[in-house]
């Protein structure tokens, strides 16, 4: 759906409402885009997707933003090729990109102070592919290691793997420290910072910024799910997991209560999420090494388009159930449990209780060696 400002209000109460809307004008100049094609743009965190077309080159979105700033994928075409679309944060104000093509490759983005904070953003803590493909080798290394049983070349890589991460962290930090008050900082806190702090430490670095980034959509739906208080999640510890059933990539459904009676790690995440891939090689050792005595693990994926769900499934070559209804992270099975932000981990027991939330990293492997002795 096209959320659009409707024009010109008659009435003063209609005029007012108006007024009080944050908009977004995005607009798109990009030589060689295929006349007619659909344009989507999903916010994997606010669960919209808001649809153009392309004429003559061009497409342009007017989005109401009043909920705040986050994170969205911006898809040219519905032949799901990641090269025909750009990860983008967005919130009030002006984004235009221009470029020559081919698609985003080497576009031009100008407009608001977001749009040259999200720049720096990418040239400063992403660091394009250099850092990238450091960890990529360090994750290939894992899974060789892992295949062979060779454990200290395993550790060696899982060691260099976990330096990486923390340059990832230590540079978030350092741009926050910049600036303080840029909304394209929600993205370095939820998808760095809240995998490496505790609560209370990633709450108080919150705290500490300013009010532009605190009150983004990403840091507003944060604070009410996985590191606020009182959240659904939360209230889910040693309960039993909420019951459901999803279809696999070959559409037979599978139920959670098909693995009651053993230890299950339910894992979501989506193809699009890069710490979600990235913690895949240390979840398939540790399944690995516990398999044969229990343990299952269960991945909800939060995808929305098969084709990208299903290359992704081809490419890491994940050797547990994988399930997914396809609606992003408006399904109810994310709903049920609490999920906001990903990967999220949840460690349910033989008798289907959840007896551990954020399941990975050492904190599972530390809870696994006590349990399955």
């Given at each position: 759906?096209?959320?659009?400002?409707?024009?010109?209000?008659?009435?003063?109460?209609?005029?007012?409402?108006?007024?009080?809307?944050?908009?977004?004008?995005?607009?798109?100049?990009?030589?060689?885009?295929?006349?007619?094609?659909?344009?989507?743009?999903?916010g994997p965190l606010?669960?919209?997707?808001?649809?153009?077309?392309?004429?003559?080159?061009?497409?342009?979105?007017?989005?109401?933003?009043?909920?705040?700033?986050?994170?969205?994928?911006?898809?040219?075409?519905?032949?799901?090729?990641?090269?025909?679309?750009?990860?983008?944060?967005?919130?009030?104000?002006?984004?235009?990109?221009?470029?020559?093509?081919?698609?985003?490759?080497?576009?031009?983005?100008?407009?608001?102070?977001?749009?040259?904070?999200?720049?720096?953003?990418?040239?400063?803590?992403?660091?394009?592919?250099?850092?990238?493909?450091?960890?990529?080798?360090?994750?290939?290394?894992?899974?060789?290691?892992?295949?062979?049983?060779?454990?200290?070349?395993?550790?060696?890589?899982?060691?260099?793997?976990?330096?990486?991460?923390?340059?990832?962290?230590?540079?978030?930090?350092?741009?926050?420290?910049?600036?303080?008050?840029?909304?394209?900082?929600?993205?370095?806190?939820?998808?760095?910072?809240?995998?490496?702090?505790?609560?209370?430490?990633?709450?108080?670095?919150?705290?500490?910024?300013?009010?532009?980034?605190?009150?983004?959509?990403?840091?507003?739906?944060?604070?009410?799910?996985?590191?606020?208080?009182?959240?659904?999640?939360?209230?889910?510890?040693?309960?039993?997991?909420?019951?459901?059933?999803?279809?696999?990539?070959?559409?037979?459904?599978?139920?959670?209560?098909?693995?009651?009676?053993?230890?299950?790690?339910?894992?979501?995440?989506?193809?699009?999420?890069?710490?979600?891939?990235?913690?895949?090689?240390?979840?398939?050792?540790?399944?690995?090494?516990?398999?044969?005595?229990?343990?299952e693990v269960l991945?909800?994926?939060?995808?929305?388009?098969?084709?990208?769900?299903?290359?992704?499934?081809?490419?890491?070559?994940?050797?547990?159930?994988?399930?997914?209804?396809?609606?992003?992270?408006?399904?109810?099975?994310?709903?049920?449990?609490?999920?906001?932000?990903?990967?999220?981990?949840?460690?349910?027991?033989?008798?289907?209780?959840?007896?551990?939330?954020?399941?990975s990293g050492e904190?599972?492997?530390?809870?696994?060696?006590?349990?399955?002795?």
């Open positions: 759906m096209n959320r659009i400002f409707l024009g010109l209000a008659l009435m003063a109460g209609l005029s007012a409402s108006a007024q009080q809307k944050k908009m977004l004008e995005l607009d798109v100049k990009i030589k060689g885009l295929i006349n007619g094609d659909i344009v989507q743009l999903w606010t669960s919209t997707i808001d649809t153009a077309y392309v004429k003559d080159d061009h497409f342009h979105y007017s989005l109401d933003m009043s909920k705040g700033g986050s994170t969205y994928i911006l898809q040219v075409g519905n032949r799901g090729k990641e090269s025909e679309g750009t990860f983008l944060y967005l919130e009030a104000g002006t984004m235009n990109i221009t470029g020559n093509g081919p698609y985003f490759q080497n576009a031009t983005y100008t407009g608001s102070q977001f749009v040259t904070d999200w720049m720096d953003i990418n040239d400063t803590v992403l660091k394009g592919d250099s850092l990238l493909s450091e960890k990529d080798a360090a994750q290939q290394r894992m899974i060789a290691a892992t295949q062979i049983g060779d454990q200290e070349a395993k550790d060696e890589a899982y060691a260099e793997y976990q330096r990486l991460q923390q340059k990832d962290v230590e540079a978030s930090l350092a741009w926050l420290k910049k600036h303080p008050n840029s909304g394209a900082g929600s993205y370095l806190i939820n998808a760095y910072l809240a995998q490496g702090m505790g609560k209370k430490e990633l709450v108080d670095l919150i705290e500490s910024l300013g009010p532009n980034l605190r009150n983004t959509f990403t840091i507003n739906k944060m604070m009410t799910g996985t590191i606020g208080g009182g959240s659904a999640m939360a209230d889910l510890l040693n309960k039993p997991a909420p019951a459901f059933k999803l279809s696999n990539a070959a559409g037979k459904p599978v139920s959670l209560a098909d693995f009651k009676g053993k230890y299950v790690v339910l894992d979501f995440w989506a193809s699009w999420c890069k710490p979600c891939r990235a913690a895949i090689p240390e979840l398939t050792s540790v399944y690995n090494q516990y398999k044969s005595k229990g343990l991945s909800v994926s939060l995808d929305d388009k098969k084709d990208k769900w299903l290359q992704a499934l081809d490419e890491e070559k994940m050797a547990w159930p994988q399930v997914s209804d396809l609606k992003g992270g408006a399904g109810e099975v994310p709903t049920q449990y609490g999920v906001v932000a990903i990967p999220a981990c949840f460690l349910i027991d033989p008798s289907g209780k959840v007896i551990m939330l954020g399941a904190r599972l492997k530390q809870k696994l060696a006590e349990l399955m002795k």
